[in-house]
């Protein structure tokens, strides 16, 4: 019995099996679609901003390791 699960870009019914390579996509389009939004932050993951600290009077630059 397979499992079917919906496209999260066009809600496409996908099966869920190592013959459907860009799972949970129903394509590689829809997988370049949500990696997009991803980049152009349309998609996140919520949380609380995390503040920069400066550096300590090199110009603000990070330290380099």
Do not use: Y
């Not at 870009?9 to 949970?24: F, I």
């Not at 679609?33 to 600290?53: C, K, M, Q, T, Y």
């Amino acid at each position: 019995m397979s499992r079917t699960v919906p496209c999260p870009t066009c809600q496409k019914a996908v099966e869920w099996s190592p013959e459907s390579p860009w799972r949970p996509f129903c394509s590689e389009r829809c997988k370049l679609i949500d990696l997009g939004a991803w980049f152009s932050e349309r998609h996140a993951i919520p949380g609380e901003e995390i503040p920069v600290v400066q550096g300590e009077g090199d110009g603000g630059e990070p330290p380099r390791h």
